[in-house]
């Protein structure tokens, strides 16, 4: 789950972690009473989840209240087109306002799972305000790794590290180490897959401090956290994905035009590789998972049937604990319900695999049954138009 910035602004200052002065605004009056508080310089910052919203024309710098106004005017309902949104952008309901800082220098700091070492680590660069991946593409050398051991957290001779590594010394390298050791204490309490702050700056008065803030969070663990799934933003989320969250479908949209339903993550993957080998291109990810009952295909092959971008659909069950007789009960009973217009091709496989294609066969249902991965892809890619 994605935060915006704001809101992971107030984790990081709960852990201690240093923040610029300010505040969520809904409105314009509200935007225009937080910069009169603050006073002096203030920044309006756009609120959607997707990087690149200073190029996109979502950040705005304001030497006044009435200045902060007219950008919060600007910005809010405006459809905002980051590199991160796709062309169809996103609409601005939220802003952050607040102070201008005298910047000194900028750095990088974030803390992300290494699932090569099995562990979180700890990245810091004195390259700040650049994407991370081109930092470690252009300068590698530039860009220090400290795994983190989740049981100890950021050890004290780690944080003199990060410090000296950026280059402080005197009062901001001990600012930068307790800002480091409060970081990764956040992350870690929070089961968060991503903290990154890009860029954490040096302001000229010596302090350290958050200029920007970005966190993710482990779906799994979010029971523990209360407080943060009440963060989530449903209208930063593609429509399809949070009405399959009801049902506890793994879906992800994608751009092409062939709809996946699978039972297992590996599978998956394979069938989207397959139907990209023979010339198309899939249109989600979705894994209805081991113990799918009849409610969950039903609903999930309605929702890749909702996808106007979906020209055909591709069902790929391995039966092991969800049978196969039930996959094709719920294509069958789904695909009634919504007047099938697309082809549909299902290759079926493992447990009660001969009820499930007797099921097919007898619904009278223009359903294409395919025998093996290969004979699916070819025949859905055939279908909508492909090689």
């Known amino acids: 789950m994605k935060v915006h910035e704001y809101q992971a602004k107030e984790l990081f200052a709960s852990y201690g972690v240093t923040i610029p002065r300010g505040r969520m605004a809904k409105s314009v009056d509200e935007a225009r009473a937080i910069a009169t508080e603050l006073g002096g310089t203030v920044v309006v910052k756009a609120q959607i989840h997707a990087g690149g919203r200073g190029k996109g024309g979502g950040v705005k710098i304001a030497k006044n209240a009435d200045e902060a106004v007219a950008h919060a005017k600007a910005i809010l309902g405006m459809t905002l087109i980051t590199h991160q949104?796709?062309?169809?952008?996103?609409?601005?309901?939220?802003?952050?306002?607040?102070?201008?800082?005298?910047?000194?220098?900028?750095?990088y700091i974030g803390m992300v799972l290494d699932r090569s070492k099995k562990m979180p680590v700890l990245m810091v660069s004195p390259?700040?305000?650049?994407?991370?991946?081109?930092?470690?593409?252009?300068?590698?050398?530039?860009?220090?790794?400290?795994?983190?051991?989740?049981?100890?957290?950021?050890?004290?001779?780690?944080?003199?590290?990060?410090?000296?590594?950026?280059?402080?010394?005197?009062?901001?390298?001990?600012?930068?180490?307790?800002?480091?050791?409060?970081?990764?204490?956040?992350?870690?309490?929070?089961?968060?897959?991503?903290?990154?702050?890009n860029p954490l700056i040096l302001t000229t008065d010596g302090r350290i401090i958050a200029l920007d803030g970005k966190m993710n969070f482990d779906d799994n663990a979010l029971d523990r956290h209360p407080k943060i799934l009440a963060y989530r933003?449903?209208?930063e989320e593609a429509p399809l994905e949070v009405e399959a969250s009801k049902f506890n479908l793994n879906y992800i949209k994608l751009d092409g035009t062939v709809g996946c339903m699978v039972n297992g993550a590996g599978l998956a993957m394979a069938t989207m590789?397959?139907?990209?080998?023979?010339?198309?291109?899939?249109?989600?990810?979705?894994?209805v998972g081991g113990g799918a009952n009849l409610e969950a295909v039903t609903n999930a092959f309605k929702?890749?049937?909702?996808?106007?971008?979906?020209?055909?659909?591709?069902?790929?069950i391995f039966g092991g604990i969800v049978r196969c007789d039930v996959?094709?009960?719920?294509?069958?009973?789904?695909?009634?319900?919504?007047?099938?217009t697309v082809p549909v091709v299902v290759r079926l496989e493992g447990t009660n695999v001969e009820a499930g294609r007797k099921i097919l066969a007898e619904?009278?249902?223009?359903?294409?049954?395919?025998?093996?991965?290969?004979?699916?892809?070819?025949?859905?890619?055939?279908?909508?138009?492909?090689?």
């Open 85 to 107: 949104t796709g062309p169809e952008g996103r609409v601005v309901k939220t802003l952050l306002v607040e102070e201008g800082l005298p910047i000194e220098k900028e750095f």
């Open 127 to 197: 390259f700040g305000g650049m994407e991370i991946e081109e930092v470690a593409a252009k300068h590698p050398e530039a860009l220090l790794k400290l795994p983190i051991e989740p049981l100890m957290g950021l050890q004290p001779y780690q944080a003199r590290r990060v410090a000296q590594f950026l280059g402080l010394k005197g009062e901001p390298a001990k600012a930068a180490q307790k800002f480091a050791m409060a970081l990764v204490k956040c992350y870690l309490e929070t089961d968060a897959s991503l903290a990154e702050i």
């Open 233 to 235: 933003d449903l209208d």
């Open 273 to 287: 590789d397959i139907i990209k080998l023979h010339g198309a291109e899939p249109a989600n990810f979705l894994d």
């Open 303 to 316: 929702i890749l049937l909702s996808d106007p971008s979906v020209k055909g659909v591709l069902v790929n």
């Open 327 to 340: 996959i094709a009960q719920g294509v069958v009973g789904a695909a009634r319900q919504v007047k099938l």
């Open 363 to 387: 619904s009278g249902l223009p359903i294409i049954q395919a025998q093996g991965m290969t004979d699916a892809a070819k025949k859905i890619v055939a279908a909508v138009g492909g090689r």
